[in-house]
């Protein structure tokens, strides 16, 4: 019987909950994908805003100094999730093959974060908010086709049998 079929016991002997499988893992991990989309929406909103020049009007919910930091935060911590050893690990555990994959979904990842914490230095400066939006529409479309990729992934990871090639 599997550790997560089977109830463990601690070190003191008390009974402890089973570990979630890894379905159960993975899918909590790519159901933060459903929590960035409410706020990919507003980044869309703002950047309509500032597109036709009125930053003056935006609300304080749309502004870019609240939240590009935002994002920044929420995915910084979504891909935290998706790194551990409890996610991408457990996948590359079970199917090595996926290695090349999911290095490049971590790269993805840090170009991302990296790409956000030059935004968030411009934010301070209401001038040069409409700076922002190109980075940001295009930042958007990055993280849309990421997400398809771990999606892809992920659908592969259960079609296909343990130990079978991988051709990503």
Sequence with gaps: MAINEQQAESP?????????????RLTTAFSGHDHLR?????????CAILQTQRAANIDSELSPDTLIPELFSGLAQHFHAEETEAYFGAVLAERPAFMLTVAEL?????????????????????????????PILNLIARLQAHEQRETALLQEYFEQEPGSVVNT
Excluded at 12 to 22: C, D, E, F, K
Excluded at 38 to 46: I, K, S, T, Y
Excluded at 108 to 126: F, K, S, V
């Design 12 to 24: 003191r002997g008390q009974r402890q909950r089973p570990l979630p499988t890894l379905f159960g």
């Design 38 to 46: 409410p706020m990919v929406e507003r980044l869309r909103r703002m």
């Design 106 to 134: 971590k790269a993805e990842h840090q170009l991302m974060l990296e790409t956000l914490r030059e935004l968030c230095t411009l934010t301070d400066d209401r001038a040069r908010w409409s700076d922002i939006v190109s």
